[in-house]
């Protein structure tokens, strides 16, 4: 999944920055329109990006809950991935937040609000998914790295070495 992920905050980043370029070169109706456009998928996919992170989260707050009450694993580690859970879902309702706030800002220029306000709440909007993006990822990596489960880019234990004789998120496995 955190590949999933991965590849959903990069391509949501590419769209808000190509979305502000749009922006920054609006010179006539033709560029407000591509700009407006472009906007509200960009809004929609962000949203959408964080939906699916807010999911993420939730279906495996359920699983390991389920695992807890079953006692195969440890209390603790179910805590901990509680955490994280929470840290990644205020993260994401203000990027949510965020990224509604700034569209909406951009709508509202059309009654005569100044291009500015809006133009501020864009960069801020990206300011708060640039760190947001980095602390999901992080989350994601712990909990990886808390289950015992080697992570893709980490070095896997030789065959039949203590490490791989069987870890668990509850602990080691007698073989």
């Not at 949501?12 to 591509?34: F, I, K, N, P, S």
């Not at 699983?63 to 509680?82: G, H, N, S, T, Y």
Request: glycine letters at 8%.
């Amino acid at each position: 999944m955190k590949a999933n992920f991965l590849v959903l905050s990069v391509a949501d980043l590419l769209l808000m920055a190509t979305t502000a370029a749009t922006g920054l070169l609006v010179e006539d109706a033709a560029g407000y329109a591509r700009h407006f456009a472009l906007g509200v998928l960009t809004a929609m996919f962000t949203c959408f990006v964080h939906v699916v992170t807010f999911m993420y989260f939730v279906v495996q707050q359920k699983i390991l809950d389920q695992a807890a009450r079953a006692e195969r694993i440890d209390r603790k580690f179910f805590e901990q991935v509680a955490a994280f859970k929470r840290r990644a879902l205020r993260l994401s309702v203000t990027g949510m937040t965020a990224i509604i706030g700034a569209a909406a800002l951009g709508g509202a220029i059309e009654t005569g609000l100044p291009p500015s306000v809006h133009l501020v709440a864009a960069f801020a909007a990206v300011g708060i998914h640039l760190p947001g993006s980095r602390v999901s990822s992080v989350c994601w990596r712990n909990i990886v790295k808390s289950s015992g489960r080697p992570l893709a880019n980490e070095r896997r234990p030789r065959r039949g070495s203590a490490r791989s004789v069987g870890q668990t998120a509850g602990g080691i496995i007698e073989a």
